[in-house]
Each structure stands twice: as C-alpha cells, then as structure tokens.
T-cell receptor, first 116, second 111 residues
Framework: KAGVTQTPRYLIKTRGQQVTLSCSPI?????VSWYQQTPGQGLQFLFE???????NKGNFPGRFSGRQFSNSRSEMNVSTLELGDSALYLC???????????????FGSGTRLTVV | SQKIEQNSEALNIQEGKTATLTCNYT??????LQWYRQDPGRGPVFLLL?????KEKRKERLKVTFDTTLKQSLFHITASQPADSATYLC??????????FGKGTSLLVTP
C-alpha cells in the first residue's frame, strides 16, 4: 500500500511569508500528527488530528496551525516565517493514534523548509 | 520534566559485531517504548515496540530490552552490516497522542 505522502519535498521561503505543507496519510489511517526536526532540538511534536479534530498541540507559537480534512489528509500552515523555522517537517499517520498504536507510526519523507 | 536520553556520541563498530544502543528516560511511566531508524533527509521508520510487561523483544537481527525499574531500554543489532548505518531513535508516547523522541544515536558500521 502507498506510504505517507508529503508535498512539497523542498521549499524555500523568505522571512515574513507564509507556507502550507500537505500530508496524505496511509489509506485507512485517521490519525495524522506533525513534527518539526532540527539539528539542535531533534524531533518535536507540533500537533495531532483525528477525524478532523485537533486532539493535542505541542509547545509552538500560534503561527503554526493545521487542519485535517474529511478524507484524513492534513495540512499545516506557518505564517510570518522566521529564520528559525527552517527545518524538516514530518508527518506521521496511524490508524487511531495514542495507546492503540502497537504497530508504531508511519512517517513521510518530510518537507525540507528553508527560510532565507 | 520528562526526558529521554540517548548516547549523544556516534557509535562506530566493525561489520559483523553487535551494536548496542541505550535509551534512558525520566519522569515517564510508559506503557510501551518504540525504536525508529532514520536515514539522512528521510522520515523515521518504525522498527520495534516493546510493552512494559515485556522484558525482551526480537525481530530478525534486532533485539530490544525494556527495564522499567532502571528506566532504560537497550537496542541491539547483531551481525551488523554497513547497511545498518543510520540514526536510531527511541520514543515514548504521552497520553496526548504525541511521541517524544530522544535525540538519537548515530551508528556507523564499517566493513
């Protein structure tokens, strides 16, 4: 079956701009979560969605937002980009998330965002 | 605060040897612990999950142990191969559908 698809793969934006990243989960998976990965901080949780509802949000400023559609596809948006937002943004999907995820999470290849 | 610590230094071993990676955690009472592999520029790939009532779990050349008293998990790769070279991450899940990851340990297997 197809894996988790993230688009675009690479993105270069200017400070102050906004960006939208897309994630298509594995068919049948209803939980989608987003992570930011930087060399200094490692992988950090951004938010998680299940059936179009945000169930949890990490410790990131309000400039980071997301949503999930009825087909489980998800988008995340970052407004007023800062240099420090340069990172690899990863999306992960699972059937239901949480303590029922005994088979782990499936990650996409990520979107590499560079802010200049 | 909750912390997950992995060997920050890279681990270099010779092909055929066993690699052992450590994951220590504090202020967690996890029901299970997960291990992932990550290659440069790619997303993590799930390897193994071990539950709190399981002392050890195996999958092919991989073995994971979980000691909830020591708050530690060990990850072993036996008969290591150059293709095993990657960063290995341990992760714990909190009650809020979020994975918390260690910073990872970089493994280099040389022929």
């Amino acid at each position: 079956k197809a894996g988790v698809t993230q688009t675009p793969r690479y993105l270069i934006k200017t400070r102050g701009q906004q960006v939208t990243l897309s994630c298509s989960p594995i068919s049948g998976h209803r939980s989608v979560s987003w992570y930011q990965q930087t060399p200094g901080q490692g992988l950090q949780f951004l938010f998680e969605y299940f059936s179009e509802t945000q169930r949890n949000k990490g410790n990131f400023p309000g400039r980071f937002s997301g949503r999930q559609f009825s087909n489980s596809r998800s988008e995340m948006n970052v407004s007023t980009l800062e240099l420090g937002d340069s990172a690899l943004y990863l999306c992960a999907s699972s059937f239901a998330g949480g303590q029922t995820t005994y088979n782990g999470y499936t990650f996409g290849s990520g979107t590499r965002l560079t802010v200049v | 605060s909750q912390k997950i610590e992995q060997n920050s230094e890279a681990l270099n071993i010779q092909e055929g040897k066993t690699a052992t990676l450590t994951c220590n955690y504090t202020n967690y009472s996890p029901a299970y612990l997960q291990w992932y592999r990550q290659d440069p520029g790619r997303g993590p790939v799930f390897l193994l999950l071990i539950r709190e009532n399981e002392k050890e779990k195996r999958k092919e050349r991989l073995k994971v142990t979980f000691d909830t008293t020591l708050k530690q998990s060990l990850f072993h790769i036996t008969a290591s191969q150059p293709a095993d070279s990657a960063t290995y991450l341990c992760a714990l899940e909190n009650s809020g559908y979020a994975l918390n990851f260690g910073k990872g340990t970089s493994l280099l297997v040389t022929p």
